[in-house]
C-alpha cells in the first residue's frame, strides 16, 4: 500500500490524502487542531456548536492562516445559531460540511448551492437511508462507543457499518471506537470509505480541550465511558462525580425535567474548557481506555495510517 496518499471515494471527494476525518467537537475542536488535522492529510474538522457566529467567522480565518489544505465544519443542526452558521459556511465557501443532529433534509440544497458538499452523522441505517433520498454526498455512522451525543438505538459499530453500507449507495464514513490502524482497517473491511475520529484527537496536543480533561482521558480506564442521559439525548461521558450524579438520579427515574434542572446550561465547556473535572461533563468514547498519551495530531495520522498498511499487508497475505 502506498503510505503516502490513499484513494477512496472520501479522499476523492475531499481532496485530502487519507481517509482520515477527524470530528467536529464542541469545545474542543479548534483552528489549531482542525489545521493540524489538516496539515497532516486528513480532514480538520472546526466544531461550530460550541461557537457564536462571530467566533466561527474567526476560528475559519484562523484555521486558513495556519492550513491551505482543506477542511470541514461541523454543524448540530439543533444547536443555536444554526441558521447564522449555514449562512456562514456558504459565504466561506468552507468545502465539507459536516451536520448532525437533526434532519438532513433542512439545509443540504442551500450548502450544494453554494458548493458545499454535506455529510451527515447517522445512527441507524433507517436515517442514512434518509439522507440518501436528502441528497447528502456521504453518511457518518456513529456507533455508540463513540464520545459525545449518540442515537437512542445505541447500536455499535460493528453491527452498524455493514447495515448502513448495505443501505445506501454513497460512500460512508464509519465513527465510533476508532482509534488506530487496525479499528481503521476493520471500519473498512465493514464496508467504510473513511473513518472519523473523534476522542483521541481530544487528547492531542493542538485540542483545546483543557489539560485536566486531557489527562482525564489519559487515566481513564475500561467502564470509565458513561452513557447517559438516555432520556434527554443519550450522551457518552467520562465517569466524573458529577457523571455519577447523573446517574443516581437517572437510576432512581428521575424524569426528563429533573435532569434538565441538574444540568444547568454550561457542563460541557466547564468540563472541556475549564477543566473542572469534579463538577463538568467530559465526553469521550469508549476508546479512553486505550488511549495512553498526549500526542501531535500529526503524530497520531501517521501513526494510524502506517498501522493500517501494516494490518492491510498481513490481512492481504492471509
Ligand atoms: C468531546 C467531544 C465532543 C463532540 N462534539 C460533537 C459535536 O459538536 N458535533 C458532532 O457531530 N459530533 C460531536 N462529537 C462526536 C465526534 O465528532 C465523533 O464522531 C466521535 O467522537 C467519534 O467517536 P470516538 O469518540 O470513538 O472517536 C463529539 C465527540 C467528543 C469526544
Redesign the pocket.
Known amino acids: 500500500m502506498n503510505t503516502k496518499s490513499i484513494t477512496t471515494p472520501i479522499t476523492k471527494l475531499c481532496g485530502i490524502r487519507y481517509p482520515i476525518l477527524q ?7 479548534g483552528s489549531r487542531l482542525t489545521a493540524a488535522v489538516s496539515n497532516a492529510g486528513g480532514l480538520g ?1 472546526l ?4 461557537m457564536r457566529p462571530d467566533a466561527l467567522r474567526e476560528e475559519i480565518q484562523k484555521t486558513r492562516s495556519l492550513t491551505s489544505n482543506p477542511f470541514g465544519v ?1 454543524i ?1 443542526i439543533s ?1 443555536k445559531y444554526t441558521e447564522e452558521h449555514i449562512k456562514t459556511v456558504c459565504e466561506q465557501r468552507i468545502p465539507v460540511v ?1 451536520t ?2 437533526g434532519s438532513p433534509k433542512k439545509y443540504t440544497e442551500t450548502l450544494h448551492n453554494a458548493g458545499c458538499k454535506v455529510f451527515h ?1 447517522v445512527p441507524t441505517a433507517m436515517l442514512a437511508r434518509k439522507c440518501e433520498d436528502a441528497g447528502v454526498n456521504a453518511v ?1 455512522a ?2 455508540t ?5 449518540n442515537g437512542y438505538e445505541e447500536i455499535t459499530t460493528m453491527v452498524l457499518i455493514p447495515s448502513v453500507r448495505d443501505a445506501v449507495k454513497i460512500p460512508v464514513i464509519a ?5 488506530d490502524g487496525r479499528t481503521m482497517a476493520a471500519a473498512f473491511a465493514l464496508g467504510a470509505d473513511a473513518v ?7 487528547a492531542s496536543e493542538e485540542s483545546d ?1 483543557h489539560p485536566s480533561y486531557k489527562q482525564a482521558i489519559i487515566d481513564a480506564k475500561e467502564g470509565d465511558s458513561l452513557l447517559l442521559l438516555k432520556k434527554l439525548g443519550p450522551t ?1 461521558m467520562i465517569r466524573t462525580p458529577f457523571a455519577l450524579k447523573i446517574k443516581d438520579k437517572e437510576d432512581a427515574g428521575a424524569g426528563k425535567e429533573e435532569l434538565v434542572a441538574l444540568l444547568g446550561e454550561h457542563k ?1 465547556r466547564e468540563g ?1 474548557s475549564l477543566g473542572n473535572i469534579q463538577e463538568g461533563i ?6 479512553i481506555s486505550r488511549i495512553n498519551k498526549i500526542q501531535s495530531a500529526g503524530d497520531i495520522v501517521a501513526e494510524i495510517m502506517n498501522e493500517f498498511a501494516i494490518v492491510c499487508g498481513k490481512m492481504h497475505n492471509i
Not at 472519523?196 to 481530544?202: D, K
Open positions: 470530528g467536529g467537537m464542541i469545545w474542543v475542536s474538522v466544531g461550530s456548536g460550541s461541523n448540530p444547536f459536516i448532525s443532529a452523522v457518518i456513529e456507533g462507543e463513540a464520545g459525545g451525543h465513527a465510533g471506537g476508532i482509534m472519523q475520529i473523534g476522542t483521541r484527537f481530544a480541550a457518552r460541557a472541556a467530559l465526553e469521550a468514547g469508549q476508546v
